[in-house]
């Protein structure tokens, strides 16, 4: 009786797969398909690409893509989607066909006032396959951050803070946390986990970084990208492996892309290295990134290579969990996973990045508590005890506590 | 690999056609299921697989001897050497770095603190859960709720099961190891109900948890100083319903993946914010842990037989330790705390029996208050549990006060914030409708609604998939 409770269970099972398998594929062809395509590389996107590529042809003709276009377009329109290039090609349409009808000044007037301002959607380069330009032997300790021209009157500094995980997790926050109620500073936010410039297929930072600046004209661009992009990837149907010449040559012409994108209209870019990570392999690939990043930033007169190392790291550079501050605290500067950075240790970098984006007056360095007066600008090379600076953010700071010079524990 | 990912659909959609195949023959069924589980939790990192194996191990051969042993004194003898065992795992991974920054700190305080390099080891995914695991398996053996001897593959399979094995819920030793040992009846099967469960779970995770994290609780809690009243106010009830749609999703989805396999997992939510007290909710949120808890901790404090004092200590004990078991930080300390407190003086308050009082307490009227009431009382404590640090909780309810428009309150915040807390209201005659309606279609038919449900919740989802709150406990 259960033996044929099974065979009877067990049909019933197997039928009810192949109907979700049948109208999966045809629902969905193009989701596996860039499901696929976004897979690291190896076996199973070996197998995978070429079979959704094939049920995706076969399933085309019936015309189900275009209904799912035309859906999260639609779904853009009423604000559900949180693809920002989409929302704003989606925009630039409908602004466009208002402006058909509409006279040629209050098109300008609608832009100005209410409306998005198209997106120009810069592209990468053509990339031939080649050697790379020789790499930098190792990257700079500096926190050396060149002077900003002075702010407009009444006029907020721009700031776009931009990248990965790298700035979406710690960092961001704790920028804008210790900036809030900073009048002199608007940060507009560029940044996206799970993203990279390793795999423009997976994620397209060359559309995506306009559609999410918008209309803003940064001044200014803090990027913290790159952790994400220690994989291997495909050109014209050939892989490339990581750390390969012609991985390095691509990879780098792809940074030099993202670089010569977010420094457009004059903006000043400070490029975060990437701090020393937990796991030995992951850090040397991580090491690999960032000489491949310096020796694109070093070339380029708008752009900063900062390297905030000495404040995360112990004091030979190397990976630091835990670090105990002049005031006894200890804080963790990690997040748990040995990757990002935790808020507080987030917190023994943004004081230095805000205080040279908005200096002090000198009647708040007058006011300034003296030992704080002693620390040095921003510009210079750092010490242990620098950090705290005159600046007294509203947000939550680390003026208390600053990191201990050997690297505390 | 996370439930919501296609790597997760063809894991298990293989897995589910063999362990069918294997149905018959039940150690090699087993087997198999145990194989697979190591796979899924290889996928996260195989270099924990061996503490896995080992903790089930260890569980599985002192549970035997705790069975074994005749004299009482041997038995708690190996209860405890098990116990103690577990926790010391669980205090290593989990606590460590918690205990030692602490300590280092309150040293600082008085003098430089020793340099000493500290660091924490990488916390295994899912340690909280297989830890209690083994711990139930060790209490149920000891205790004598298990009527046969416990098998080793038995036991490596319970512990390690892969549905519930990164975040719950969390499995009765008592409850499960007989479902492995007996042949179901495969009739008994109910797959449109596990089909319901793993759609719903899917819809509260990939639409409403995400959409609320990444549009309106994230940027909340992170840069609190931004925002007004309004958004501050939505963003904690945003929070309220995302851990919920979060938690519950998850456990959705694992109850219907067991339930597809032929195991039953217990219900690990009940509509938790349509209960009229603390003790009700408790009742109604995270069932398996409170429970064990109850069970495994509050009962063998003295419960509620030591007298009142007692009774509203062990409260606070277990709800602290409650607490910390979730995090090791001192905000959830917090939250644990408050909810011990609300526990506490609603006990002291029900003990009010002043008739007019009575009487307005069996009024509808005075149950909706009891529900908003408490509903506010446990978004306080989200406060705490979703802070990074206190300095972020004070500020949230510092803001709550300033005004400011609504400015992250759009249209589809709004909604999605809507399902996720009034949906707790649904009647369940419409679901048990609605599976008994799926059982007269045809199962290919039933099948194309499912990649229909499944392919609708992935093109109203947000891009990218989060890992599942709980993830980290």
Redesign the interface.
């Known amino acids: 009786m259960r033996d044929r409770g099974l065979i009877q269970t067990t049909r019933q099972l197997f039928l009810l797969l192949a109907g979700f398998a049948i109208a999966g594929v045809l629902l969905e062809s193009g989701g596996l398909a860039n499901w696929a395509q976004g897979l690291e590389i190896g076996p199973l996107r070996t197998v995978a690409v070429p079979v959704t590529q094939a049920v995706q042809s076969a399933v085309q003709p019936l015309g189900l893509g275009a209904i799912r276009k035309g859906t999260l377009e639609n779904l853009a329109r009423v604000g559900w989607s949180d693809d920002s290039a989409l929302t704003a090609r989606v925009n630039n349409e409908e602004s466009a066909g208002a402006g058909e009808s509409a006279t040629a000044s209050k098109e300008t007037q609608r832009a100005d006032t209410h409306g998005p301002t198209p997106v120009k959607t810069p592209k990468h380069s053509e990339h031939a396959l080649g050697a790379a330009t020789p790499l930098a032997a190792d990257v700079p300790v500096t926190m050396e951050l060149p002077q900003l021209p002075e702010a407009e009157p009444g006029k907020p500094r721009v700031v776009a803070l931009a990248g990965d995980s790298m700035m979406a997790v710690g960092l961001s926050a704790e920028l804008l946390r210790q900036a809030a109620g900073d009048k002199n500073l608007h940060f507009v936010k560029a940044y996206r986990s799970g993203t990279g410039l390793a795999r423009p297929e997976v994620f397209n930072w060359m559309e995506q970084y306009p559609a999410m600046i918008g209309s803003a004209k940064p001044d200014v661009v803090i990027v913290a990208i790159g952790a994400n992009d220690g994989q291997g990837f495909v050109v014209d149907g050939k892989v490339l492996k990581c750390g390969s010449d012609e991985w390095r040559a691509v990879y780098q012409q792809r940074l030099a892309d993202y670089l010569a994108m977010v420094e457009a209209d004059g903006a000043r870019v400070v490029w975060m290295a990437l701090p020393p990570m937990r796991i030995p392999v992951y850090n040397a690939k991580i090491a690999m990134i960032n000489r491949i990043a310096y020796t694109v930033v070093s070339q380029n007169p708008q752009a900063t290579w900062w390297n905030p190392v000495r404040y995360i790291g112990d004091a030979s550079g190397r990976f630091r969990e835990f670090t105990t501050l002049s005031d006894g605290k200890t804080i963790r500067v990690r997040a748990t996973d040995g990757i990002h950075l935790s808020d507080e240790g987030a917190g023994l970098v943004t004081p230095m990045l805000l205080k040279w984006l908005d200096p002090p007056t000198p009647m708040q360095q007058a006011s300034a508590p003296a030992a704080t007066q002693e620390s040095v600008h921003a510009t210079e090379a750092p010490t242990h005890e620098d950090g705290g600076g005159a600046r007294q953010p509203q947000g939550r700071g680390h003026s208390k506590g600053q990191p201990q010079p050997d690297g505390g524990l | 690999m996370l439930f919501p990912t ?1 790597q997760y659909m063809l894991f298990f ?1 293989a897995v ?2 063999i362990a ?2 294997l ?2 023959y039940r150690e090699t069924h087993k087997a198999f299921l145990l194989a697979a589980s190591y796979l899924f939790y290889g996928f996260w990192n195989w270099a924990y697989v061996p503490l896995l194996f080992g903790i089930s191990l260890y569980s599985g051969f002192v549970a035997q001897r705790i069975q074994d042993s005749e004299a009482s004194w041997t038995k708690k003898r190996w209860l405890i050497a098990g116990v103690m065992v577990c926790l010391a795992t669980l205090g290593y991974y989990k606590y460590t ?1 918690f205990a ?2 602490t300590l ?2 309150m ?3 008085f ?3 020793p ?6 080891p ?2 295994p995914l899912g340690v909280s859960f297989f830890v209690f695991h083994a711990i139930s398996l060790l209490g149920d053996s000891y205790r004598g709720k298990l009527k046969e001897r416990v098998k080793l593959l038995d036991v490596l399979l319970y512990v390690s099961f892969f549905p519930q094995l990164i975040a719950g819920p969390i499995l009765r030793a008592s409850r499960f190891l007989p479902q492995l040992a007996e ?1 179901r ?3 008994t ?1 109910r ?1 449109n109900r596990a089909f319901l469960l793993i759609v719903g779970g899917l819809f509260k995770k990939v639409i409403i948890s995400n ?1 609320l994290a ?2 309106l609780v994230e940027p909340v809690f ?2 609190p ?2 925002y007004g009243g309004w958004d501050t106010l939505l963003a904690i009830y945003g929070y309220a319903a995302q851990i919920y749609c979060d938690f519950s999703g998850y456990t959705d989805i694992a109850i219907g993946c067991a339930l ?1 396999l032929g195991y039953k997992f217990p219900r690990n939510f009940n509509a938790p914010y349509t209960a009229v007290s603390p003790q009700d909710f408790w009742r109604r949120w995270h069932i398996s842990l409170s429970t064990w808890l109850r069970d495994y901790l509050y009962i063998p404090l003295g419960g509620s037989r030591k007298g009142k004092l007692r009774t509203y200590i062990n409260l606070m004990v277990t709800m602290l330790l409650g607490g910390l078991w979730h995090g090791a930080a001192w905000t959830f300390v917090v939250w644990g705390g408050l909810h011990g407190l609300y526990l506490v003086v609603h006990r002291l308050w029900a003990r009010v029996r002043w008739q007019p009082l009575a009487r307005m307490r069996a009024t509808a009227a005075w149950r909706w208050a009891s529900r908003l009431l408490l509903f506010h009382a446990v978004c306080a404590g989200w406060i705490f549990f979703r802070a ?2 206190f ?2 909780a004070f500020t949230m309810f510092q803001r709550l006060a300033v005004p400011g428009a609504a400015t992250l309150a ?3 915040i709004l909604l999605v914030l809507f399902l996720g807390l009034a949906g707790q209201y649904m009647p369940t005659r419409w679901r048990n409708g609605l599976e008994l309606e799926m059982g007269m279609w ?11 449900a ?2 609708a919740i ?3 989802g ?3 998939v989060a890992p599942f709150i709980y993830f980290q406990f």
């Open positions: 296609v959609l589910l056609v069918w195949s149905y018959r770095a030692l920054t280092l700190t040293w600082g305080r003098a430089p603190p340099a000493i390099p500290i660091s924490s990488l916390l042949r009846n495969p009739n099967l797959v959409m990444t549009r992170a840069v100083q931004s597809l990074s640090s300095e972020i759009t249209g589809p045809p199962a290919l038919v039933r099948g194309a609604a499912l990649a229909m499944i392919s992935e093109f109203l947000p891009s990218g």
